[in-house]
């Protein structure tokens, strides 16, 4: 869970700094949020190969190996942040690349730790999609709290940066909550159909598993989705009136938020082979 986490979030940062113009923002910010990105991905790839017998990359999984070219993207940046100004095309194309590669090893460690769902072909498009939702949140979500510190220094800087990834945040978790009610309606379809896993002799039902997991289901409902979509709205208004510190604590708070209900997402994955 805490590797599929990391890799959410080194590879959400990449990619949603790729969305932006790299030229408003101070490029220590940028050296500093893709260092950032770089130590988390190091973090889950040492961990890994410190539980294989060999320390070998190319005898490691894939999501291993996609983690080892992710922390290469993100030194590159570290070294790229200086020439924002001119190479701003080129910065965005290594961002965007390196934030792909870091979702895609986030969807394949979920999908290897997911238990037997009610159908393969369909929990399998619908973790990746969660993934690729989860990675939004998470990378604006920080990128926008890192940001609103740099504002503490970088007093020249425009609001535009921090607008943006606050328009990012708004809309992943939109997004994430529309995810929410299409994946509990179709899992609900899929499951009439569905054989009992091998665990439980009792059939997959999702009406069942809300019930039986409803702490969990509460961390994820109500304090990574809810939680984090009032704070984002809050974060719109700061920033509308250019209130940057403000925004910066607010985001604090809605960060822990929707690390809390992203990992509670993970373990529901583990459980049920199926996200919400």
């Known amino acids: ?130 993934q690729v939702l989860g990675a939004a949140v998470l990378g604006a979500i920080t990128v926008a709290w890192l940001l609103g510190h740099a504002y503490l220094t970088a007093t020249k800087m425009t609001i535009a940066p921090l607008r943006h990834f606050s328009r990012i945040l708004t809309w992943a978790i939109v997004a994430r909550i529309a995810f929410l009610l299409i994946s509990v309606g179709l899992a609900w379809w899929v499951g009439r159909d569905a054989q009992p896993l091998s665990a439980n002799p009792a059939p997959w039902n999702i009406v069942t598993l809300l019930y039986q997991s409803w702490l969990i289901v509460s961390l994820r409902v109500g304090v990574g989705l809810v939680g984090v979509g009032v704070f984002a709205f809050m974060v719109r208004d700061c920033v509308r009136l250019r209130a940057t510190q403000s925004a910066t604590g607010i985001l604090y708070f809605a960060s822990v938020f929707a690390y809390i209900g992203e990992l509670a997402c993970q373990q529901l994955i583990r459980e049920w082979g199926w996200p919400i």
Do not use: H, K
């Not at 890799?7 to 932006?20: D, E, K, N, Q, R």
């Not at 961002?95 to 460690?109: K, Y």
């Open 1 to 130: 869970m805490v590797a599929t986490l990391l890799y959410s979030i080194a590879g959400g940062m990449l990619a949603v700094l790729a969305t932006a113009r790299v030229e408003q923002i101070a490029w220590r910010f940028l050296r500093f949020a893709s260092f950032f990105a770089f130590g988390a991905a190091c973090v889950v790839v040492v961990w890994t190969l410190r539980a294989q017998a060999s320390w070998s990359i190319l005898s490691s999984d894939w999501p291993t190996q996609l983690g080892c070219l992710l922390a290469g993207g993100a030194i590159v940046v570290v070294f790229m942040a200086p020439m924002n100004e001119r190479r701003a095309g080129v910065l965005r194309v290594v961002c965007g690349i390196s934030g792909l590669i870091g979702v895609a090893a986030a969807c394949g460690t979920a999908v290897a730790a997911s238990a037997g769902g009610p159908d393969a072909s369909y929990a399998t498009p619908m973790i990746v999609i969660s």
